[in-house]
């Protein structure tokens, strides 16, 4: 089992940066891959990044690359999203999750652990 609690949410203006955090608890952390995802308002929740167990690789939605980086201290069960250049089409509710697939995957379905979210609101 693992828990995962978000946060570092907030309101900035557009071109603007945030970094959301993601602490997990539990001794087992480096052995999951992480991702993000987000959903805006009357959206489906849509994959951002994700990370593998021990920083090998990592992949992004083609809507972020370039602007968001994924990073993981496993030393701290903490995953990260640093997210520059921000527009006001990156609003919603951020979440981490925790997946045991072997490789990065964008597969919603292949992420059994979810954290509550933190709200981003990026101003025009």
């Known amino acids: 089992q693992v828990q995962l609690v978000e946060s570092g949410g907030g309101l900035v203006q557009a071109g603007g940066s945030l970094r959301l955090s993601c602490a997990a608890s539990?001794?087992?952390?480096?052995?999951?891959?992480m991702g993000w995802f987000r959903q805006a308002p009357g959206k489906e929740r849509e994959f951002v990044g994700c990370?593998?167990?021990?920083?090998?690789?990592?992949y992004y939605a083609d809507s972020v690359k370039g602007r968001f980086t994924i990073s993981r201290d496993n030393a701290k069960n903490t995953v990260y999203l640093q997210m520059n250049s921000l527009k006001p089409e990156d609003t919603a509710v951020y979440y981490c999750?925790?997946?045991?697939?072997?490789?990065?995957?964008?597969?919603?379905?292949?992420?059994?652990?979810w954290g509550q979210g933190t709200q981003v609101t990026v101003s025009s």
């Open positions: 990370i593998s167990r021990y920083s090998i690789s990592t």
């Open positions: 539990g001794r087992t952390f480096s052995s999951y891959t």
């Open positions: 999750a925790a997946s045991q697939s072997v490789s990065t995957t964008s597969v919603r379905g292949n992420y059994r652990y």
